[in-house]
């Protein structure tokens, strides 16, 4: 079939583009959650319009003669700027959606094409992407990616929490840990413990099971500064909670956040606490005042979204308990980027 591909810049698009790109995310979320409200457009529009700091980003189209949108792919890496960088500087992370009417057409390889040939000439060595659906899988497996680790998304339903229990979590939490309190703070983490906070986040983003995942956190004051910047460019709060010990350590933490024009939902993201103050409770109580603290400030919430590892028994195991049930299962791949050359006869 007959289709060109564009480069997507979202800060130079028309209106008139706009609906055409709406109409193909719409078809796309109508296939893959079609059991959700469609998405924001404003939200949509300033997310794609927000830079991500500190992360080199190209989008591209697959467009038909009548300018039809029938595909879209992204890929990136992080920047010398990145706190990351020297972990993750042999790394590009690549995404690829072809509308279900239109693949099995070359579409999706004409994609990996234009990737791979500005990834090779960067140097990066892996590519790594992941799918949460039949189509994708086979497609990244057709050309010899290999599995790097298997997750889900999990969802509670806010109707469906057992109140009580939540309420008996955090009331054993300071039995379990007397000496332990929670703080919280919205979006920017306050200054004097920035430094903590962010290493905090690196070590709880680190010892998540990670597979065969060759991408690895690495977060300083400056990152997340940026990071809180973005969070209030596209509409979003954010919510944190930690765990403090008698001394002042942050042991353990929590996040949610929250776009109010998609009220119906929120995303609950990082939870960790430090190994060496596992054993009394801290990860249930950190859960159940999260919880309790979204029924009590955001009543429009119907459901929470996680995502997981599905070697994570620890985390899967509290959420179990707090009613979180798998919705679909995703995996994530890996390609080595001269071997995918290779393949595509580049």
Same mark, same amino acid.
């Given at each position: 079939?007959?289709?060109?591909?564009?480069e997507f810049k979202p800060k130079e698009v028309s209106d008139e583009f706009w609906d055409r790109y709406f =109409?193909? *995310?719409? %078809?796309?979320h109508m296939e893959m959650h079609p059991d959700d409200p469609l998405p924001n457009r404003e939200g949509v529009?300033?997310?794609?319009?927000?830079?991500?700091?500190?992360?080199?980003?190209?989008?591209?189209?697959?467009i038909t003669p009548d300018n039809k949108i029938i595909g879209w792919a992204g890929f990136g890496f992080s920047? !010398?700027?990145?706190?990351?960088?020297?972990?993750?500087?042999?790394?590009?992370?690549?995404?690829?959606?072809?509308?279900?009417?239109?693949?099995?057409?070359?579409?999706?390889?004409?994609?990996?094409?234009?990737?791979?040939?500005?990834?090779?000439?960067?140097?990066?060595?892996?590519?790594?992407?992941?799918?949460?659906?039949?189509?994708?899988?086979?497609?990244?497996?057709?050309?010899?990616?290999?599995?790097?680790?298997?997750?889900?998304?999990?969802?509670?339903?806010?109707?469906? &929490?057992?109140?009580?229990?939540?309420?008996?979590?955090?009331?054993?939490?300071?039995?379990?840990?007397?000496?332990?309190? *929670?703080?919280?703070?919205?979006? =920017?983490?306050?200054?004097?413990?920035?430094?903590?906070?962010? !290493?905090?986040?690196? !070590?709880?983003?680190?010892?998540?099971?990670?597979?065969?995942?060759?991408?690895?956190?690495?977060?300083?004051?400056?990152?997340?500064?940026?990071? !809180?910047?973005?969070?209030?460019?596209?509409?979003?709060?954010?919510?944190?909670?930690? %765990?403090?010990?008698?001394?002042?350590?942050?042991?353990?933490? %929590? =996040?949610?956040?929250?776009?109010?024009?998609?009220?119906?939902?929120?995303?609950?993201?990082? %939870?960790? &606490?430090?190994?060496?103050?596992?054993?009394?409770?801290?990860?249930?109580?950190?859960?159940?005042?999260? *919880? &309790?603290?979204?029924?009590?400030?955001?009543?429009?919430?119907?459901?929470?979204?996680?995502?997981?590892?599905?070697?994570?028994?620890?985390?899967?195991?509290?959420?179990?308990?707090?009613?979180?049930?798998?919705?679909?299962?995703?995996?994530?791949?890996?390609?080595?980027?001269?071997?995918?050359? =290779?393949?595509?006869?580049?």
């Amino acid at each position: 079939m007959e289709y060109r591909i564009i480069e997507f810049k979202p800060k130079e698009v028309s209106d008139e583009f706009w609906d055409r790109y709406f =109409e193909y *995310i719409e %078809t796309n979320h109508m296939e893959m959650h079609p059991d959700d409200p469609l998405p924001n457009r404003e939200g949509v529009i300033q997310r794609q319009k927000a830079d991500i700091p500190d992360f080199y980003v190209k989008r591209l189209l697959a467009i038909t003669p009548d300018n039809k949108i029938i595909g879209w792919a992204g890929f990136g890496f992080s920047e !010398e700027t990145a706190s990351d960088y020297e972990e993750n500087k042999h790394i590009a992370r690549l995404h690829i959606v072809v509308l279900k009417d239109y693949r099995r057409k070359g579409i999706g390889t004409d994609f990996l094409k234009y990737a791979v040939k500005e990834i090779q000439s960067l140097n990066k060595t892996v590519i790594e992407c992941g799918s949460d659906h039949e189509a994708g899988k086979a497609f990244l497996k057709h050309y010899g990616a290999e599995m790097t680790i298997e997750g889900a998304e999990n969802r509670l339903e806010m109707a469906d &929490v057992d109140w009580d229990m939540m309420q008996e979590w955090i009331n054993e939490g300071p039995k379990r840990a007397p000496d332990v309190r *929670i703080d919280s703070f919205r979006t =920017e983490c306050p200054e004097e413990i920035l430094d903590e906070f962010c !290493e905090m986040c690196t !070590e709880a983003l680190n010892m998540q099971p990670l597979g065969e995942t060759e991408s690895r956190a690495n977060i300083d004051g400056e990152a997340r500064r940026k990071f !809180e910047k973005r969070i209030k460019e596209i509409g979003q709060t954010n919510y944190t909670m930690i %765990t403090r010990e008698k001394d002042g350590k942050i042991s353990g933490m %929590t =996040e949610i956040y929250y776009d109010p024009r998609e009220g119906h939902r929120l995303n609950q993201e990082l %939870t960790g &606490v430090r190994p060496e103050y596992r054993g009394r409770g801290l990860g249930k109580w950190l859960k159940a005042s999260m *919880i &309790v603290h979204i029924r009590d400030n955001y009543p429009e919430v119907e459901r929470i979204i996680t995502g997981n590892a599905e070697s994570n028994e620890a985390m899967l195991s509290i959420n179990n308990r707090m009613g979180f049930k798998k919705y679909k299962g995703g995996e994530g791949y890996k390609f080595k980027v001269e071997e995918l050359a =290779e393949k595509l006869n580049l």
